[in-house]
Every structure is written in C-alpha cells, then in structure tokens.
C-alpha cells in the first residue's frame, strides 16, 4: 500500500523489480507491514478478528396452537376428522395438527350432570331436626366470612388485571381458554405410541441455510402457511356435492382444501446474536384455485374465512447457532485494515505569514512577465519602432533586434495595464509586511521623526528587495529548464514543446496521447515500451482508479503477480468500495493461498451487495480449496438463487411479502444455467488477467464440450502465450460451431504467431467474410501483418488503407505499415505521407525513423537503388533520430535479439560513420562503394544484429540486389 509516488518520483518500472516469490504464503504468519497495517494502531493482526463463516444451525419449531379458529372447523371439533392439517414455513414441514374441542369447567361439568339428572326423582332424605335447629358457632360464621371475603378480594384481583390487559391481549387469553374456544394442536406418535406435543427440530445447512439466512436478513421474514388437506378418496367425492336433505351447506363447505398464510417477523433473529423469537400471527385467506369470471359474469367475492375468524397461530423459534454472532468490540476486519486508505489531497495552505503573501505574489508575478515576454518574441516588431533592417537591406545586429523587442515588452505592458495589475497584488503583500513586521516599532508614521522615517523605509526597502531575490533564485534554480536563454531551449524543453505541438496537430491531451501509445505497443507484444506510457499516464493521473487498474491487468499479463496486487493495492487506497477492485485481490490472494486476506475482500463486497454472483461463486471455490464443502454449497446456494431470480423462477429480493407464497419453485436451474454462473465468474478473471484463477474455475464447469467452455479455456491459453494449446481448443470448438467469429479471430493470432502466416491469412479471411464483420481493430492489423511477413504488398496496402480510413483506429502502427507498403511497391508520394503520419502520431518510434531513413536513400532510385543527392540531409537526420531512440539495438523486431543500450560514444560513432557513407555516395566509384560497404560493415561491428544497418549495406552496395526476403528489418 505504501507502493506509488514518492516525494514526486513515480516508483521502479516493473522491468527493474525483481519477481516476487511464488511459493505459498500462510496468511496467519503474515507479518503486520505485509498486509498493509498500520503498527502504531496497534500489535494485534485483524485477520485475527475475523468470524467463523455459519456452517449449520439447529432451528426448533414449535406451534403452540392454532386459535380462533373458523366456525366450520369449530363444528368439527370433537368429531371423527380424516383430513389433514400441516403447517409449512422456511422450508420445514410440521404435520398432525388435530382440532381439540372446548372443554367444560367444573361448574359446566355439574350444571350438565344436574340437566341429566332431570326428570328422576331423587332419593328421600331424612332431615336430622335437633341439627336443623342448631345455629352455626361463631367461628364457623368467622371462617365462612373469611372464606367468601377472600374469594371476593380474589375475583376483584382477577377482574383488575384483566381489565389492565389491552385489547389484544384479552383476546388472545380468551380464544387459547381451553374452557371457552376450541383449538388446533400439533401432536406426533412417540416410541410408545402415544400422541406427544410436535416440536420440530432441524438442521440447517448449505441450500436451507442459505434460504434460512435470505429469510432474516434481507426479507427480514417469511411466510407460514397453514394447509388443510382432504383425504385422497373424499377429493374427488366432494367435487360438485351439493348439501342432502337436512345438512345445511356450511356443512358441506368445510369438507373443500383450505389454505391460509401469515408472515414470521425475523427482527429478533436477526439481531446479532438473537436465537429466540416467539409470536401470534394473524392469518389471511388463500385461495387455491381462484376462478376466471366468464364474459359478463360477476367477480367472485374474495374469500375471507380466516380474516373474519380472527384465527392466528402461537409460534415459537429458537436456534442453536445465532445467524447474525455478536461482534468482537474492534469490529471484523475491513479492506481498510489490510490497505491504508489514501488521505484526500490536502487543499492549499492559509498563507500565515506576510511573508510567504509576498512570496507568493513575485512568483506569481515572474511568471507572468515572462509569459508575456515569449509573446513578444513571437510577434513582429511594432510598427512604431525602427524597422529590424537599415537602409541598405542588410539585418541589423541580433542585440539591437533584442534591444527593440524589449523596449516593445515593456511598452505593451504599460499599455494594456497588466503591469498596475502586478503592480498592485505586490503593493499589497509589501503593505501587509510593513504593517505585521513594523507595528511593533510604531502604529503610524504621524508625529515621527524624518531620520526615524528614512530608517524605517531603508529596512522595509532592503527586506523586500532580499526576499525578492531569494524568491527569483529559487524560482530561476527551479524552473531553470523550463526559461530560454535568447532563443534556445533545452533539450527537455524543446522536446516538450514539440509534443505539444503534435498533441495540438492530434487533437488530443497527454493523457489520450499515452493511453492510444500503451495500447498499440501492448498490442504489438512490446511491453517493455507499453510499460513506459503507462508509467507515464499514471505520472499525470495518480488517484485514477482505472489506471491502477490497468496497470494490474498489464502486470499480471507479463507474469508479475506481485506487481499487480501493489497495483491492486494502490487503487483500494483509494476506492475502498471498487468491487472491480476488491474481487480482484480476492482473486489474487486465492492463488497465493492467503485465504484469510482473501475473504476480507470477498465480505467486503458482499456487504455491499450480498447476491453478488462474482463475489459467492469466488467464495464457493475458496471454500473448495479448503475442504469445506458445506460452506462451499452454501455461496453457490446464493449465487444459484440470484441467477434463478433473473431468470424469474422466485421473486425478487424484497417482493416477498407481497407474493403468493410458493412453496417450491416453479423449476430448478438447468446444468447449462448452472455452469453460466462459473462462466460469469470466469469472464470477470479473464478480463482481469486472473488466468490462474480462470483456469481452476474452468474445472467446475460440468458441460466441458460445450463451445463456451472451449472458448474460454482459448482465452486463458492464448493470455498466457500457450498458442498451441489454445488452438487446439479452437479447432475443437470449430468443429461444432465452423462459423464462430470470434474463435477464427483467435485460430488467426495464434497461426500468425506460430509462424503459419497462410493459414493464418484463411482464418482471418474467413471469419471477415461472416456478416456482420467484426469490428476488431486487432484483426485486420495482424491480417496486414501477416502479408508484411509473405511480402504481398498490395493486400498489405489494402488492409492498412482500411485500418486508417477509421478514425476510431488512427494508430501510429497502421500508419507505420501502410507507409512500409507504399515503400516496398515504389509509391514513394504516398509512403512519405504515410511515414509522415505515424511519425507524428508517435515521434518516439525508431522503427518509423528507420523507414523514414530509407526512404530517403531509396526516393525516385531505380533498382538497385541509389539515393539522390537533395535526400541526403534528411537520411542523416533521420538516421541520427533512429539511432539516439535505440534503434540499433532494440528488441522490436521479433528476429532481432535484444542487446545492451549503446553508449553515446558509440551511438556518435554510428552516425559519424552513416555520414561518411552518404559523403562517399554522392560520386559513386566501384571503389569507393566498396569503401562504403566497408564502413557500414565497421558500424555493424558495434551493433552487429542491426537489421537496419543490413538493409543500408544493401542500399548502398549498387552490385548487392535487394533481397527482402533476407531483410529482418522489413519483416
């Protein structure tokens, strides 16, 4: 995380930084500095706060009691029932539910015995007259007091407390009175077969914890849903049975299959470390099979049973393991405490001193003036002062034109106010001094002597004039390459004045500039001077995310794994919440085993976002990895819901409260369906040159014939430049589908890279002439590429003429072999055009310097060609910019072996030996072109693989033909 830019310098080019280590690393042995903590936060590692990811659960169910139930069901209450009652939520199923009557109460019990008892006469008793006279004693009337006192302060008790309970509250009490209501219970046949109380106990793992899980914490409930189910003999019987003589309909009607629901409150669940929960839930009416009103037909009322009865259900929840675990104090580990998130930039400081005000204004100032002063040496000079030349014609002296110009600046300053304008923002800063410097001395200058006055002045004078200096200085010693002297630029200087000139010409910024340049040399397979533009960009953009991005891709692509997570880590730095970002260091920790770190960047996203396909399907296989299948299936699980809801097989997320409860859904994922997920996940990899980790997934793919998979393992083979190994999955991709576009695209690249430039030059052809054509710059570039190699200049002409007729494709490359065509079929008009737009679009291309160095010598030549006389000049100078780029011995040719850079000393003896060999040239003898082709051949001692110096030897040597099937420059 500490990778990037330091105190203005950009970090090593990957080249200079060595590989890292490639060997597994254990994640618990990770050093503090190596995930990027801070130490001073503390000595304890965050990964060591990270939570056991829930693997199972035990639920238990228990239905205390379905009540208020319906009048229908209440008839049945007591009698013979052969239907069926069961109740269904979150995926568990509680069956035996009986409806129980309501029962008497004692009082109930002997008003019943005495209403049978009617009628008979009772026994004769004999009265005991002596007993009847007694009076009861005192303390048999004080016990008798105390007993119904007592009984009384207990029914006034009774009577208070019920009439504190709310609404609700005495209803519940009165309807789950067994004495007063009858009642629907849940009862299951023990080991003695003996109907106990039904308490389900289940446990939940991998697809039903993932569901149980969904439930809580998005959905923060679910439905419950009540069933009564007729037996199978009496379904069809009951069918269209009207009511017999005698039984009223309402009897009839509870013989039909009901179906109400009602919705579980996860509140409790889900709160960290919540297991328990309990409930009444009131139910609402289902209607199973709802009927279509025919045409004219009235609307069916809706069905209301379960709402009008009030009926609800007494639910208890518990769990064994909390879905949501209590977090340790410090919090679990985030991205931030692997990666030091980057401060936002600082905004300017509050100039504090008077001082630095004053500074500041000179600066200000300086650099303004000379801004103006460059104006005024591009301009004539005015009319109103003497001309630049005498009398007689001739050119006055250099420091008189000098001395005019001046004299024009500082008119043109005075005159257009920009001078008051400084003069005033400086008066300003040196007032400010005078008063916060000199206040102390005296608060005015009213009653002061003149001696104190002209003291005074003379130090305000000579402070201000030393800071003056020490401003000017520093500025000169700091912007010192940047000022002219006269005329004269630096090196530096006039090379940046010319890029802005062509970026002007181009109609594009640095940034565009760089970014079109990383591209074509990226494409052309020279990473190493891709690299230096994508140093570059990331020079003037240092907090752009898609760059750092960018340069991780092009890392990983060349091998350097660890290059690419300090990339990855820099642009976290500065996005905490890139899932781009986030998936890609999950992925690159993964195949480096530190799987802990990993899953910090996994959770990180899934907080975000918990149905991300990516992040589970990546979760899932680290699991793999770590022999934990039961995890494993359970981030599949919500990767494959995710999928099943863009298909639309169950509702969206948050909907579900608002849907007919499905118990099941309407169908599961197919295998293809399944293996889109890995293919999803793959893509992501892919793009991200991840090829490791792309291929590990590529082996949970199910369907390994199918053509997407053959496609896939083509791109990972042909990212890790294995061409024979992806066209081998292209050819068998082929032979199901002869017509895929893309895969002819990559059968293409890989025969051209193979050397097998005719098949090559089919398989493009082919896959060109599919309608619509692909738009693929890439394509046609190395179609043309191909007839570079085989020498057949008109088709390569056509093929390039075609790339630079589209704007949205203007490379320096296409440019650069168009114009190498037009060279080699003679068409010296349009081969110098074309030259001369690769060279401005990339002026650091010493490929094109050397095309242009041979144009010059072969311009309107006959073969064998010999270069004209007005061409020399530019030939040198041409060649003089080859070799300064390091032409001679660059690497860009695929045949030409890389070398050390030449030293100046020999890049000055190069060029001083080209130059004799032009001199020598221009009054050619057989003697003196042997002397020639014996200097060339003295150059090739210092660089002696130089397939320019070869072609050159041929240009000169007037007996040597021009063989270019020999020439490594030309191909």
């Known amino acids: 995380s500490t990778w990037g830019f330091k105190q203005g310098k950009m970090a090593q080019p990957l080249s200079t930084i060595p590989e890292a280590n490639p060997a597994p690393i254990n994640a618990s042995k990770v050093s503090m500095k190596s995930i990027g903590q801070d130490t001073e936060r503390g000595s304890q590692n965050p990964l060591d706060r990270q939570i056991p990811v829930l693997e199972t659960t035990s639920v238990t169910v228990e239905?205390?009691?379905?009540?208020?139930?319906?009048?229908?069901?209440?008839?049945?209450?007591?009698?013979?029932?052969?239907?069926k009652y069961e109740v269904q939520c979150f995926g568990l199923k509680i069956e035996g539910g009986k409806l129980e009557p309501k029962q008497l109460t004692e009082e109930e019990k002997k008003a019943?015995?005495?209403?049978?008892?009617?009628?008979?006469?009772?026994?004769?008793?004999?009265?005991?007259?002596?007993k009847q006279e007694e009076e009861p004693s005192p303390e048999a009337k004080a016990k008798e007091e105390a007993e119904k006192k007592a009984k009384e302060e207990q029914e006034a008790k009774i009577k208070a407390e019920w009439d504190a309970l709310d609404e609700e509250t005495k209803f519940h009490k009165t309807k789950e009175n067994i004495f007063k209501e009858p009642r629907m219970r849940f009862f299951k046949m023990n080991d003695k077969n003996e109907a106990i109380p039904s308490i389900l106990t289940s446990e939940l793992k991998e697809s039903q914890l993932t569901l149980f899980e969904e439930y809580v914490n998005q959905e923060c409930g679910c439905w419950i849903v009540l069933d009564k189910i007729l037996p199978p003999e009496e379904e069809d019987s009951k069918k269209g049975k009207k009511a017999p003589p005698g039984k009223k309909q309402a009897q009839v009607d509870v013989e039909k299959p009901m179906r109400a629901k009602a919705w579980i409150n996860f509140a409790d669940l889900k709160k960290p470390?919540?297991?328990?929960?309990?409930?009444?839930?009131?139910?609402?009416?289902?209607?199973?099979?709802?009927k279509i009103p025919a045409e004219g037909e009235a609307k069916e009322e809706p069905d209301k049973t379960f709402e009008n009865a009030k009926t609800y259900i007494h639910i208890r929840i518990s769990l064994s393991n909390p879905v949501n675990p209590v977090l340790p104090k410090e919090g679990i580990p985030k991205p931030s405490d692997l990666v030091k998130k980057k401060q936002p930039l600082p905004k300017y400081p509050v100039l504090k001193d008077a001082s630095e005000m004053y500074n500041l204004q000179l600066k200000i100032a300086v650099e303004a003036l000379a801004k103006e002063y460059l104006k005024i040496l591009d301009k004539p000079l005015s009319s109103a002062l003497p001309s630049a030349k005498d009398q007689s014609g001739a050119e006055k002296d250099p420091e008189k034109i000098k001395q005019l110009k001046k004299e024009d600046f500082v008119e043109e300053l005075n005159r257009s106010g920009k001078y008051f304008l400084l003069k005033e923002k400086v008066k300003k800063a040196?007032?400010?001094?005078?008063?916060?410097?000199?206040?102390?001395?005296?608060?005015?200058?009213?009653?002061?002597?003149?001696?104190?006055?002209?003291?005074?002045y003379s130090q305000l004078y000579t402070y201000l004039i030393d800071q003056m200096h020490l401003t000017i200085n520093g500025l000169v010693n700091t912007k010192k390459q940047e000022l002219h002297e006269d005329i004269v630029a630096s090196k530096e200087i006039a090379k940046k004045e010319n890029d802005q000139i062509i970026n002007k010409l181009n109609r594009e910024t640095y940034i565009q500039r760089y970014q079109r340049l990383f591209k074509e040399y990226y494409r052309a397979f020279d990473y190493a001077t891709a690299e230096k533009y994508m140093v570059e960009i990331l020079k003037l953009q240092e907090r752009d995310i898609p760059s750092w991005v960018k340069y991780a891709k092009f890392a990983m692509k060349i091998g350097n794994a660890a290059k690419s997570e300090e990339c990855l880590r820099e642009a976290l730095s500065i996005d905490m919440e890139s899932f781009e970002v986030l998936l890609s260091l999950a992925a690159t920790q993964i195949t480096r085993k530190r799987y802990s770190e990993a899953l910090v960047f996994i959770q990180a996203v899934l907080r975000s976002d918990f149905k991300n396909i990516l992040a589970n399907a990546l979760a899932s296989i680290m699991y793999k990895f770590q022999d934990k299948e039961a995890v494993m299936k359970k981030y599949f699980e919500v990767a494959k819901r995710q999928r099943m809801r863009e298909l639309n097989l169950i509702p969206p997320i948050g909907t579900l409260k608002s849907q007919t409860p499905l118990l099941e859904p309407t169908r599961l994922l197919t295998d293809a369906?399944?293996?889109?997920?890995?293919?999803?996940?793959?893509?992501?990899?892919?793009?991200?040159?991840?090829?490791?980790m792309a291929e590990i997934s590529l082996a949970f793919i199910q369907d390994k014939e199918s053509v997407k998979y053959h496609m896939s393992l083509a791109r990972a083979k042909f990212t890790n430049g294995a061409y024979a190994e992806c066209l081998l999955s292209i050819e068998k991709l082929l032979l199901k589908e002869p017509r895929h576009q893309r895969a002819l695209k990559y059968k293409g690249h890989c025969l051209l890279l193979l050397g097998k430039l005719k098949e090559s030059e089919a398989a493009y052809l082919k896959a060109i002439r599919i309608i619509p054509p692909p738009k693929s710059y890439t394509l046609y570039e190395r179609l043309g590429q191909s007839y570079i190699k085989m020498k057949m200049w008109p088709d390569a002409k056509v093929v390039f003429t075609k790339c630079c007729a589209d704007p949205k494709v203007n490379t320096s490359n296409s440019w650069k072999k168009l114009g190498l065509s037009y060279l080699m079929l003679d068409d010296y008009e349009n081969a110098e055009k074309a030259l001369s737009q690769a060279n401005l679009l990339d002026t650091s291309n010493a490929e094109v310097w050397g095309y242009l160095t041979l144009f010059c010598l072969r311009e309107g030549?006959?073969?064998?060609?010999?270069?004209?006389?007005?061409?020399y000049s530019k030939a040198i100078e041409c060649f003089s910019r080859a070799v300064q780029i390091d032409f001679l011995n660059s690497s860009l040719m695929e045949k030409s072996p890389p070398h050390s850079p030449l030293t100046e000393d020999s890049k000055d003896k190069v060029i001083k030996c080209f130059v004799q060999s032009i001199s020598a040239s221009k009054d050619p003898t057989h003697k003196e072109k042997g002397e020639i082709i014996k200097i060339m051949k003295n150059i090739t001692g210092v660089c002696p693989t130089s397939p320019l110096l070869q072609e050159l030897i041929q240009v000169f040597d007037p007996y040597i033909p021009l063989q270019l099937e020999q020439s490594h420059f030309l191909s």
Do not use: H
């Open 63 to 83: 239905v205390v009691g379905v009540f208020s139930l319906p009048d229908p069901w209440k008839m049945k209450a007591g009698e013979e029932d052969l239907n």
């Open 112 to 130: 019943q015995e005495e209403a049978q008892s009617k009628g008979k006469k009772p026994p004769p008793t004999k009265v005991d007259k002596k």
């Open 273 to 290: 470390g919540g297991i328990q929960s309990e409930q009444r839930l009131q139910f609402e009416t289902v209607k199973l099979s709802p």
């Open 430 to 456: 040196a007032v400010r001094i005078a008063k916060e410097k000199y206040s102390k001395e005296t608060d005015s200058l009213k009653g002061v002597s003149k001696d104190k006055k002209d003291l005074l």
């Open 673 to 692: 369906e399944v293996d889109s997920i890995y293919f999803s996940l793959i893509d992501f990899l892919l793009s991200n040159k991840q090829v490791e």
């Open 861 to 871: 030549s006959k073969k064998p060609p010999v270069p004209t006389k007005a061409n």
